[in-house]
């Protein structure tokens, strides 16, 4: 009887680095060794994948692991990214920031800047906030995600 699987479990590492070193280094950057968070064991490299970011033209390398015990797959990203999201943290918290107390930073694509700030006033709304800025500040502060 054939058997489905295990469900191949995708996650996250965030790791120090910038976009401009992946840029420059590409594939030959050098990547720390990493355990696997239930097996406590080394993974094992497990190729590259192409991601885009805000700060660079092109798409950069990031490393994935694979467990060679639970099959646990781990992509790497840098602390500075949310996940799924192109623009640094920083650079989506200054924007924010600048538009609640005035305007959009000079140049600043206004329909991206809005996409933002519609998906951060949801999530002021969903918690009660309503000193807009204060929780951007406290968000940001605390390292949690200002939007989904
Ligand atoms: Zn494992």
Redesign the pocket.
């Known amino acids: 009887m054939l058997r489905a699987p295990a469900p191949q479990q995708v996650m996250i590492l965030f790791v120090k680095i910038t976009i401009e070193e992946l840029s420059k280094k590409g594939k030959t950057y050098k990547w720390e060794k990493h355990h696997?968070d239930?097996?406590q064991?080394d993974m094992w490299g497990h190729g590259f994948v192409m991601r885009y970011f805000a700060e660079a033209l092109d798409g950069v390398y990031l490393k994935r692991y694979r467990?060679p015990?639970?099959s646990?797959v781990v992509t790497t990203r840098p602390e500075t990214h949310w996940n799924s999201i192109r623009s640094a943290i920083l650079t989506i918290y200054r924007a924010l920031k600048s538009k609640l107390t005035g305007l959009w930073p000079p140049g600043f694509p206004r329909q991206r800047g809005l996409h933002w700030l519609k998906r951060f006033i949801d999530l002021a709304k969903m918690e009660n906030q309503n000193n807009l800025s204060w929780f951007l500040t406290f968000c940001f502060a605390k390292q949690l995600r200002f939007f989904t």
């Open positions: 696997c239930k097996c064991r467990c015990d639970c646990t």
